[in-house]
Every structure is written in C-alpha cells, then in structure tokens.
C-alpha cells in the first residue's frame, strides 16, 4: 500500500504483484518515515492544545520507530486516568457515539486532512504512484475511494485515464451506494475488481478480518487476480 495524493486529496493505493523489494521502494519508505518522525514532534505539541499533557512514555511503549499516529495519541489518552472525565473524549467512550472505533475515529476527527491536529506529509501524487508500481510489474488498486472521495466521486474517472487499474469496491468503508457506484465503475471501465475489511485490530474494533461487505461470489475476484498473473 502505498500514501499518495491527486488534487490535494491524500488517497491509499495498492500496488499487487509488484516487486516491492526494489531500491525505489525502500528509498520512498525512508523518505515518508523521515517526514512521520518530524510530524510525530508536531502532533504532540497540537494535541496538547487542545487541553491535554500528553504522557510521551505511554506513546513511545505503543510505538516501535518513534511515529506516532492519530490512533496512538487516541489510545493513551482514554487510557489516562486524568482525562476520565474530559468531554472532548466522552464520545469515544463506551456508549458514545464515536465509540464504535475509538482509537481510529479519534484519528480522524483529529488527525486526518483539515483537522485540529494534522500535519502534512508530502506524498508521492497518484501519477508517480502508478508509474512506480507499473515499472516493476505491478497493478494499482485504489483502496476503499468511497471514503477517501466522499463527494467527489467523479474525480475516479479522471484516475482511470492516467492509469489506475483497479478499485477496492467492497469496503467496510462503504456504504451500498459507494458500493454499487464503484463496482459499476469498475465494470465500465474494465478494472480489477477487490474486497478489503480494513482491519486493524484493536484500533478498529467493529471491523472483523474479513468483512469487506462483498456482495459478489469471491471467487471471480480470485480469478480476475489469476487471470493478469497477480495470484
């Protein structure tokens, strides 16, 4: 999976059957990395404007290259007896209305574009994605796009022609009318079709391995990967 952006929008892309052990790619992971490690710095000093003293020791034991993420700051912070009672995290616990994943909606009601605490990185644009990840053999997928495009679907299209070769229409992201949008993109333009539960485990709670909402035998899926040699 590879962070970019199109249009200053910041976008997951998945590159399959791709030599991701090439010198390109290490060298893209060291650059991002070296971004995160000075935005991590950043995030503790806009976190703690909004209120809070956060306890760095509780963030370096969750972290094990010294990034912290939105998901991080969310779970030493409702685990910090002082702020038990903060109202700025009631709705992330039990019986709130963000509960459902607290750690990660705490990210993104924070952390994410155009939030309180978020510091930018300069990804690679969608273009130099593509072509990274078609250099050495490789197709992309763009992963769950209903929740990265929100209202602004019909900037798919526009993906398509520079190259995009697949989307991620099953998502647990997704609702239905995300769902039929882009699978029905997919069967226009001919693309790659996949599924993706986007779990994470603890920082996703609600979100089971495997639950990607796919409606359809998935084992088309597994043949349309077979069939351009990804499987």
């Not at 998945?14 to 950043?42: I, M, P, R």
């Not at 503790?44 to 972290?63: E, I, P």
């Not at 079709?193 to 084992?219: A, E, R």
């Amino acid at each position: 999976e590879i962070d970019c952006t199109y249009k200053g929008i910041n976008l997951h892309v998945l590159g399959y059957g791709v030599d991701y052990h090439h010198a390109d790619f290490v060298t893209l992971e060291e650059n991002v990395l070296n971004q995160e490690l000075a935005c991590s710095k950043e995030k503790v000093k806009l976190t703690n404007m909004l209120g809070f003293d956060v306890d760095q020791a509780a963030l370096d034991a969750l972290s094990d290259n010294g990034v912290y993420t939105g998901e991080m700051f969310g779970e030493v912070l409702l685990n910090d007896q002082r702020y038990n009672e903060n109202s700025l995290l009631k709705p992330y616990r039990s019986g709130g209305e963000r509960s459902d994943n607290p750690y990660v909606n705490f990210y993104w009601d924070f952390y994410a574009q155009g939030k309180p605490c978020y510091t930018e990185i300069v990804f690679p644009t969608l273009q130099e994605t593509i072509d990274l990840v078609h250099k050495y053999g490789g197709k992309t997928v763009l992963a769950h796009p209903g929740n990265n495009l929100k209202d602004k679907y019909e900037l798919f299209d526009e993906m398509v022609k520079i190259g995009i070769d697949g989307v991620e229409a099953f998502s647990s992201y997704h609702s239905q009318e995300a769902i039929d949008y882009f699978y029905k993109k997919a069967q226009e333009y001919d693309l790659l079709v996949t599924c993706g539960s986007d779990y994470h485990g603890k920082t996703k709670p609600s979100i089971h391995l495997g639950d990607s909402k796919c409606s359809i035998d998935q084992s088309l899926i597994e043949e349309q990967l077979k069939n351009n040699g990804l499987l």
